[in-house]
């Protein structure tokens, strides 16, 4: 076994590149570096981009798996740039489907749902409300037939490793860092479901899925199903933060909790710990008690703001 991470270098694949280091499993880090300036992490590195389908093509023949992490990521990033979005989130997958004959992890999301009252599993009917949703769902079509997996991600938490970026536009990191620096939460309507699931629990069960051939196919990947109202409220508990709740209709109209019945079954779940809320969380407020993060609302942190400042500047093309 011989892997490439494709998109290694960011928030997941920090997680995905410890956990093989640990399991001694050879592979290689694939990545443009789209949200960094540098990679210090000492594994092995390849920059490139993957629209760079020669140069990415000629690597491909040396490895026996793909763990693909890269992607434009989040509804607002994705609307930057659409074309860009397109060609990443979308057309890069039809290309490696048709490109190499390995085993496929891919990483989708649970916004293909969209909104849905009714608890969904894989077989429910997809309801994607954005093009980052769509260009997931049609990713997902061309690894149909292929030797794949691709999870559908629930909303991601907590700190993923000591190299990667923090991400400060997911719920549970949001809501823990403004219930710090701002000393308390604002939740608009909150009956809204999401699932939600621990990076080093995505990155566990990505590694799990390169050696147990039972996963193959669509599966929803979460720990956790709650309610905007009642996280905010463990968020509140946990900073000791005041909130209110705010009768207002969020912009946000997703709306999904989702079975995981197929995942543990097949065995994707099987992890040695799942991680909750509260240590991901607590995770987060550590790292803002101590100093070791000093702005929370820096650029870097928000897909959306550091892919809108490098288009402004003609760095993305």
């Known amino acids: 076994m011989k892997v490439l991470v494709v998109g290694g270098a960011g928030y997941i694949g920090g997680a995905v590149t410890d956990i093989l280091a640990d399991r001694?499993?050879?592979?290689?880090?694939?990545?443009?570096?789209?949200?960094?300036?540098?990679?210090?992490?000492?594994?092995?590195?390849?920059?490139?981009?993957?629209r760079d389908s020669e140069k990415l093509g000629k690597l491909l023949k040396d490895y026996t798996h793909v763990i693909w992490l890269a992607a434009i990521v989040g509804d607002a990033a994705c609307q930057v740039h659409p074309e860009l979005t397109i060609a990443i989130n979308q057309k890069?997958?039809?290309?490696?489907?048709?490109?190499?004959?390995?085993?496929?992890?891919?990483?989708?999301?649970?916004?293909?749902?969209?909104?849905?009252?009714?608890?969904?599993?894989?077989?429910?009917?997809?309801?994607?409300?954005?093009?980052?949703?769509?260009?997931?769902?049609?990713?997902?079509?061309?690894?149909?037939?292929?030797?794949?997996?691709?999870?559908?991600?629930?909303?991601?938490?907590?700190?993923?490793?000591?190299?990667?970026?923090l991400r400060?536009?997911?719920?549970?990191?949001?809501?823990?860092?403004?219930?710090?620096?701002?000393?308390?939460?604002?939740?608009?309507?909150?009956?809204?479901?999401r699932p939600l699931i621990h990076v080093r629990n995505v990155a566990e069960a990505m590694v799990n899925a390169l050696y147990n051939k039972k996963l193959q196919g669509v599966y929803n990947l979460s720990t956790l199903n709650y309610q905007i109202k009642d996280l905010g409220k463990e968020v509140a508990e946990l900073t000791g933060c005041d909130i209110e709740y705010v009768q207002q209709q969020f912009e946000d109209k997703r709306n999904y909790h989702?079975?995981?019945?197929?995942?543990?079954?097949?065995?994707?779940?099987?992890?040695e710990k799942v991680l909750t809320i509260k240590e991901g969380a607590g995770q987060i407020a550590d790292l803002i008690k101590s100093g070791r993060v000093k702005y929370t609302e820096k650029d870097i942190y928000f897909n959306e703001r550091h892919i809108a400042g490098m288009h402004t500047n003609g760095e993305l093309k």
């Open 92 to 165: 890069s997958v039809e290309w490696l489907a048709n490109n190499f004959d390995g085993r496929i992890l891919f990483l989708s999301t649970c916004s293909v749902y969209g909104a849905n009252d009714e608890e969904v599993n894989e077989e429910s009917e997809l309801n994607p409300l954005s093009l980052y949703a769509e260009t997931k769902a049609e990713a997902e079509k061309f690894l149909a037939d292929k030797d794949s997996v691709s999870f559908r991600l629930g909303t991601v938490f907590g700190v993923s490793d000591s190299f990667s970026r």
């Open 168 to 193: 400060m536009d997911l719920v549970v990191n949001y809501m823990t860092a403004n219930a710090l620096t701002k000393g308390k939460l604002s939740i608009f309507g909150g009956t809204q479901w």
């Open 258 to 271: 989702v079975s995981t019945k197929k995942a543990e079954e097949d065995g994707a779940l099987e992890l």
């Open 24 to 50: 001694k499993i050879p592979f290689a880090v694939y990545d443009n570096l789209l949200y960094e300036d540098q990679y210090f992490k000492p594994v092995n590195f390849v920059y490139g981009d993957v």
